[in-house]
C-alpha cells in the first residue's frame, strides 16, 4: 500500500502545469458611482395611506327572548311555579351519600334523607319509564344503595341505643 493512488485516504494529487492557477482570473473592474451623462433615476413616488370606509351596521330588528326549555328529560312538563325539581341522578347521589353518613354520625336525619331521597329517586324513575322516557339503571342502583345504607344506619343506631 505504498501507491499513493491505490490509498482512497490519500489527499487528491496537486493540479499538474496544464491548469492555470485561480489568481491568473482578471479582477471585475468596480461598479462606478456617478452615472455617466448625470442621468438621476426618477424619486419614489410618495402614496397617501389608504382610504378605511367606514360602514355602519344597520339596525337589527327587535327580537323577543327565546323560550328556554328547563333542564331535565325532552318532553317534561316545567315544574310548577314554587317547587324546585332535581334530576334523579342529583337525587340518587345525595340518598348514597346520606346513607352512608347516617353510619357513621346523625343516624336519624341522614337515614331518613338517605331513604327519603331514594324512594323519591325511584318514583322519578318509574314516571320517566311510564312516560317513555330514557331511564339509566345507575340513578337506580344509587338510590337502592342509599335505601339500604340510611336503613342500616338507623337500625344501627336502634340497636346500639337498645344494648347500651
Known amino acids: 500500500m505504498t501507491d499513493p493512488t491505490q490509498n482512497p485516504y490519500a489527499p487528491p494529487p496537486a493540479p499538474?502545469?496544464?491548469?492555470?492557477?485561480?489568481?491568473?482570473?482578471?479582477?471585475?473592474?468596480?461598479?462606478?458611482?456617478?452615472?455617466?451623462?448625470?442621468?438621476?433615476?426618477?424619486?419614489?413616488?410618495?402614496?397617501?395611506?389608504?382610504?378605511?370606509?367606514?360602514?355602519?351596521?344597520?339596525?337589527?330588528?327587535?327580537?323577543?327572548?327565546?323560550?328556554?326549555?328547563?333542564?331535565?328529560?325532552?318532553?317534561?312538563?316545567?315544574?310548577?311555579?314554587g317547587r324546585k325539581q332535581t334530576s334523579p341522578q342529583t337525587s340518587s347521589i345525595i340518598s348514597v351519600v346520606a346513607g352512608a353518613v347516617s353510619i357513621i354520625v346523625l343516624p336519624w336525619i341522614a337515614g331518613f334523607i338517605g331513604i327519603g331521597m331514594g324512594v323519591f329517586t325511584l318514583r322519578a324513575q318509574s314516571t320517566a319509564r311510564r312516560q317513555g322516557l330514557a331511564t339509566n339503571g345507575a340513578h337506580t342502583t344509587m338510590a337502592i344503595i342509599g335505601i339500604v345504607l340510611g336503613s342500616i344506619g338507623i337500625l344501627a343506631k336502634l340497636t346500639l341505643d337498645y344494648f347500651l
Not at 485561480?22 to 402614496?47: E, F, I
Not at 370606509?53 to 330588528?61: G, W
Not at 327565546?66 to 331535565?72: C, N
Request: proline share 38%.
Open 16 to 81: 499538474g502545469p496544464g491548469v492555470p492557477p485561480a489568481a491568473s482570473v482578471p479582477p471585475v473592474p468596480p461598479a462606478p458611482t456617478a452615472s455617466p451623462l448625470g442621468y438621476q433615476p426618477p424619486p419614489a413616488p410618495q402614496y397617501a395611506p389608504p382610504v378605511v370606509p367606514q360602514y355602519s351596521t344597520p339596525p337589527q330588528p327587535v327580537q323577543p327572548p327565546q323560550q328556554v326549555a328547563p333542564y331535565g328529560y325532552p318532553g317534561q312538563a316545567p315544574a310548577p311555579a
